[in-house]
């Protein structure tokens, strides 16, 4: 049996430490999708289209790793993708606390749903998409952050 696990989130943008925890999850599971949410009610840089291309560009090295938009609610596209394992990543106590209240909001939604938290190495452990957009917003360098196309991408967007 095929072990497939889903990375879901926004990616706005895509980040050195997210693709820590995917390189890492692709080395477990033999298939893994990064599921990549539309987030209307956030206020994104890139649109669900863009974030899918920058993140197949960022992720073309490992083949395991598929690449997915959706808009639905996240156990909905899980039961879609025929999947009962997801993956969280978990920076800091404040995430431990959000990330176990929707761990069991949506074990109760689909009680057969397993999340499984991995933590970033330490030296991705402190990047946050939100942090590197105020950095990047500001003129500060996110080189060291992202993927160097992301990391010209978001520059774009900011400094026309």
Avoid: W
């Avoid at 990549?36 to 560009?57: T, Y």
């Amino acid at each position: 049996m095929t072990k497939k696990a889903i990375y879901p989130g926004t990616f706005d943008p895509l980040t050195n430490g997210h693709l820590d925890l995917l390189s890492r999850a692709a080395k477990i599971f033999d298939r893994v999708v990064l599921a990549i949410a539309e987030s209307p009610s956030k206020c994104l840089l890139f649109n669900l289209d863009e974030r899918v291309a920058l993140a197949n560009q960022a992720t073309a090295s490992l083949p395991n790793i598929t690449v997915i938009g959706f808009s639905d609610l996240m156990t909905n596209f899980v039961r879609k993708q025929r999947g009962n394992i997801i993956i969280r990543g978990m920076r800091t106590m404040m995430d431990i606390e959000y990330e176990t209240q929707l761990a069991q909001i949506n074990r109760h939604l689909m009680p057969e749903l397993e999340t499984i938290f991995m933590m970033p190495a330490k030296s991705v452990s402190y990047i946050s998409s939100t942090l590197v957009k105020e950095i990047a917003l500001h003129g500060g360098d996110v080189e060291h952050f992202l993927p160097t196309k992301i990391a010209q991408e978001v520059r774009a967007r900011l400094h026309p």
